[in-house]
């Protein structure tokens, strides 16, 4: 997650090509499911209220992505505009809290698994999805 840019990208460098299977973001200890979630779970339900009619958010809606090697896929953007830099500035200064963990396979169904936005991928089976927190923006 680069919050400062206001982007939450996923990338990968490991392999040639990979399909992203599971992506899940949280804000402190709850998994959010779309960005009105992660704006309400960052700045509270009345501030996100308020939020959401200025930070007008870009989503790539793709349920699963497939990342190039060395690339990096965005899945939600926030532009920092005059209009919305009181609410940019407050999820910003809220970055502490946010943590992603994904799941990615190779085109020969190798798998990678990362746990956290600090985390090292790490090999795994195979990704499983719990539709129930996953992030869908």
Not at 77 to 82: E, F, V
Request: include cysteine.
């Amino acid at each position: 997650m680069v919050p400062n840019s206001g982007n939450q990208p996923v990338s990968k460098r490991e392999i040639l090509h990979a399909h992203e299977q599971s992506l899940r973001v949280k804000v402190g200890d709850q998994y959010v499911r779309s960005v009105s979630d992660f704006v309400s779970a960052s700045l509270g339900r009345e501030q996100a209220l308020k939020a959401e009619e200025v930070l007008h958010p870009i989503h790539n809606r793709v349920r699963t992505r497939f990342i190039s090697a060395g690339q990096t896929q965005i899945v939600f953007r926030m532009a920092k505009t005059a209009e919305n830099s009181q609410f940019w500035d407050l999820l910003a200064n809220d970055q502490d809290r946010w943590d992603v963990e994904f799941c990615y396979c190779s085109v020969f169904q190798e798998c990678w698994q990362v746990r956290g936005k600090w985390q090292e991928p790490e090999h795994v089976k195979q990704c499983r999805r719990d539709e129930s927190r996953e992030f869908f923006p």
